[in-house]
């Protein structure tokens, strides 16, 4: 497991316990106004020594700060910056980072909508998941789907679009599969 991975984990962990997932929302909500360990308690209906728990394990994981005033407030952009962390750490990241233009289309390192089949952008994805498969001599079916599935949930539809594009070539039988077209760098 990556170190991106690894953190991704423990913060959703330490987040699954009720309490400190609610003091999470409590900070984040209050702002940068923040919230004292007697207002958390109030707010939150628990005893001091749980809301005491709670925001002293949010701050030691990063995803809140204690100042000197007694004050705690959320930093929430840990959890964005984790997540951001974490999808570079994906198949695709690399090769997205070369055609930003696309990024609209995937989130979170999967492709979630396809453009519309005439369009630029529809021959751009299927050159980018044809080079993501990186076809070198002859695929089953299941082999492309396999590698797909890292990428889309909709393995059928994006292997039909890449042998509509030229991308992939299909026997007969429709059983395996080979290099279309070949990638050139520009």
Request: zero cysteines; a negative charge; aromatic letters at 6%.
């Amino acid at each position: 497991m990556s170190a991106e991975a690894a953190r991704a984990a423990e913060l959703l962990t330490q987040l699954s316990n009720p309490a400190r997932l609610r003091a999470f929302a409590e900070l984040v909500r209050r702002g940068s106004e923040g919230s004292s360990l007697a207002e958390m308690a109030f707010h939150l209906d628990i005893s001091k020594p749980e809301a005491g728990e709670a925001l002293g394990r949010l701050a030691g994981l990063g995803l809140a700060s204690g100042s000197g005033d007694g004050y705690y407030r959320a930093k929430p952009e840990v959890l964005r910056e984790v997540a951001q962390a974490l999808t570079k750490t994906l198949p695709i990241a690399p090769l997205l980072t070369e055609y930003p233009q696309l990024k609209g289309y995937f989130a979170h390192g999967r492709l979630d909508s396809l453009p519309p089949t005439m369009s630029e952008r529809y021959q751009q994805i299927a050159e980018l998941l044809a080079r993501f498969l990186a076809v070198d001599g002859v695929l089953t079916e299941d082999e492309v789907n396999q590698r797909l599935a890292a990428v889309t949930d909709d393995v059928a539809a994006v292997r039909r679009m890449l042998v509509d594009t030229g991308w992939l070539d299909r026997d007969r039988a429709g059983a395996s599969y080979g290099a279309g077209r070949v990638y050139v760098a520009s």
